[in-house]
């Protein structure tokens, strides 16, 4: 089956990923893990995150894996 999203998939970062967005994000989610308790290093699963656009944000701080279906 093909989906819009393979359609669109080449153009996909430059259109929407954009770090303005991504860093303060992942700034606000690396507090609650921080409230939250998890280790340095500890593991973070990422779900449903697309092309990993906030992957590098975390990988100084915990091992990261992602997992999204599209």
Do not use: Q, W
Not at 33 to 44: E, M, Y
């Amino acid at each position: 089956m093909y989906s819009d999203f393979e359609t669109i998939s080449t153009y996909y970062d430059d259109l929407y990923v954009n770090d303005e967005e991504y860093a303060p994000e992942a700034a606000k989610v690396k507090e609650l893990l921080t409230r939250h308790g998890l280790p340095p290093r500890g593991d973070l699963l990422l779900l449903a995150c697309g092309t990993g656009g906030h992957v590098p944000y975390f990988r100084d701080e915990y091992r990261v894996f992602g997992l999204d279906l599209s």
